[in-house]
């Protein structure tokens, strides 16, 4: 019986090559439609930002807010792809000790915003006496800020709202610039002729500037993480003359196939009919699209270790069971004591694989949508990094990545190059205000 609910489960979830490529047309068809104003389920949003050349230099600011935590740093870019981060400042949302919490939507957008703020200007305090930052003060020092929530972009200064996500409920910042709320918060902290905020860019976009200011051959960035998202340069983008980096939203694709599972997790989401392809392959959903599983083998008789205290009270609540839980079971580390039975535990490594798999099996489609989009006959070379912890933390999932598109992109596939980012929003940040700078 198990095996036989195995196999079927397995008919759902795998995607043949034909499927793959399938996805792939309909991503570029996507994208073409997006870009032509026609309406369309990926953004296509224009960072209004050129690709770095490496060579940017000088000392900037930035910040980084974008879930749990706001950080901030001095950074130097150096030229030649070297940087460095300086007086770096991490401060979480909420304080257990104090009961204060900057996501709540108890909390005014002036008071979100002064906090994050006052990170800033502690990061100034602590780099006072730096000599680079006391040779760059005849101006106010630029600022890049990273905010990695979906936002309405029509200059590089700013950003409006469209709504919140990973728990953030802050009150008075939906459907506002959050550009004019943090420049007006550094007004208050009397940094309004000390900081001058130049660039707001999502960390996708982050995650691009980086990797490129050290790679130029790069042209395309993704996030594979909690969250899902990838980015591109555009060489032809509607209303613009020189090539632009464009978030294309791709979480919320909505033409990969469903199965039951995923109908179900996206109707009972807090966002139904919203981020459907990232709810079939991020961190944040596969643990509970593997709950959902269990539970239904769990409830049809396939399984047994849900019926023995305390397990039922795990299984029944919406996302108790964590991408890191699924990483543990794929290692086969402790998974049969904190789960179900040993005997079961082979079933679950196989649903736990099945679900990593065709993540990257749909995330490589979206690649290939992309590469087919920029290069139709694919006769150029295309770098692709990413950054994230499903990508870099489950095991197995940066191979099954690379068979994907190695099967799809068959004697093509050496033209593509995919590699794990050097990380940085902070050093992404500050490159934006670099390029914004320049473009002044």
């Not at 009397?190 to 001058?196: A, W």
């Not at 509607?238 to 995923?262: H, K, L, Q, R």
């Not at 989009?373 to 690379?402: C, F, N, W």
Request: hydrophobic share 40%; aromatic share 8%; glycine share 8%.
């Amino acid at each position: 019986m198990l095996e036989q609910g195995l196999k079927q489960l397995e008919n759902e979830l795998s995607i043949s090559l034909n499927m793959t490529l399938t996805i792939a047309s309909r991503f570029q068809e996507h994208m073409e439609q997006s870009l032509s104003g026609r309406v369309s389920s990926l953004k296509m949003f224009p960072s209004y930002l050129q690709a770095p050349n490496g060579y940017e230099a000088g000392t900037f600011l930035a910040l980084d807010f974008g879930g749990s935590n706001a950080r901030a740093a001095v950074v130097e870019l150096r030229g030649a792809g070297n940087f460095l981060e300086l007086h770096k400042l991490s401060r979480p949302l909420s304080d257990p000790e104090s009961g204060r919490d900057y996501r709540a939507a108890s909390v005014t957008a002036e008071e979100l915003f002064d906090f994050l703020a006052g990170i800033i200007q502690e990061v100034l305090s602590n780099s006072s006496a730096h000599p680079t930052l006391k040779s760059s003060t005849s101006g106010p020092l630029p600022l890049g800020f990273a905010f990695s929530f979906p936002y309405r972009q029509q200059t590089i200064g700013e950003g409006f709202l469209l709504y919140w996500n990973k728990e953030v409920e802050t009150s008075g910042v939906v459907g506002k610039d959050v550009g004019h709320l943090l420049s007006a918060a550094l007004e208050r902290r009397g940094l309004g002729s000390v900081v001058s905020l130049t660039a707001i860019i999502n960390d996708t976009v982050t995650t691009f500037l980086t990797a490129a200011y050290q790679d130029p051959s790069l042209d395309i960035a993704s996030i594979i993480g909690t969250g899902h998202n990838t980015c591109y340069l555009e060489q032809k983008a509607p209303g613009f003359e020189a090539p632009v980096i464009i978030n294309t939203e791709s979480g919320n694709f909505s033409d990969a196939p469903d199965t039951p599972y995923d109908q179900r997790l996206d109707l009972e989401s807090d966002n139904p009919g919203e981020q459907r392809f990232e709810k079939k392959l991020s961190g944040k959903y596969l643990g509970e699209l593997f709950r959902r599983i269990v539970l239904d083998f769990s409830q049809r008789g396939l399984f047994s270790g849900l019926n023995n205290p305390p397990a039922p009270a795990r299984w029944n609540q919406p996302y108790s069971i964590s991408g890191k839980d699924l990483a543990l079971i794929l290692l086969e580390e402790d998974s049969h004591s904190r789960l179900v039975p040993r005997d079961e535990c082979f079933a679950l490594k196989r649903i736990a694989h099945l679900l990593t798999k065709r993540s990257a099996q749909l995330v490589a489609a979206s690649f290939i949508g992309v590469v087919r989009h920029l290069d139709p006959h694919l006769d150029h070379r295309h770098t692709v990094a990413i950054d994230g912890s499903l990508y870099k933390g489950m095991p197995g999932y940066a191979q099954e990545l690379t068979v994907a598109l190695s099967e799809a992109l068959e004697s093509k596939a050496g033209l593509v190059t995919v590699k794990m980012s050097a990380g940085g929003s902070l050093t992404g940040a500050a490159i934006a205000a670099a390029l914004a700078k320049l473009d002044k």
